[in-house]
Nanobody
């Protein structure tokens, strides 16, 4: 069973916007970090944005100022608002939920299957 499910991907012209959502698909698990990652064809998966339980947010340098991550803790949903999209933003976007230990190690993590974003130039 896939623990997380992403939605909101699609085809958009450069300069456009998309809003991705990620919800748990079932089961109960406790996490203190949520985030979005992406993988373009032929490239490694990279972090896009993360948000911790205490509200700390981190963005990749190439999306800062254009993307915004937010959460609805009551619904255990995490969003990624993407504005000013560029062709290089195209890729498969994954949602991740994790328990990160105080030493920075990952206790456990869950991933969704991904949602495809295609930005045409």
């Amino acid at each position: 069973q896939v623990p997380l499910v992403e939605s909101g991907g699609g085809l958009v012209q450069a300069g456009g916007s998309l809003r991705l959502s990620c919800v748990p698909s079932g089961g109960v698990f406790t996490v203190n970090s949520r985030g979005w990652y992406r993988q373009a064809p032929g490239k490694e998966r990279e972090m896009v944005a993360t948000i911790t339980e205490d509200g700390s947010i981190n963005y990749a340098a190439n999306v800062k100022g254009r993307f915004a991550i937010s959460t609805d803790y009551a619904r255990k949903t995490v969003y990624l608002q993407m504005n000013g999209l560029k062709s290089e933003d195209s890729g498969l976007y994954f949602c991740r939920a994790a328990w990160v230990r105080e030493d920075g190690g990952v206790g456990y993590e869950y991933w969704g299957p991904g949602t495809l974003v295609n930005v045409s130039s």
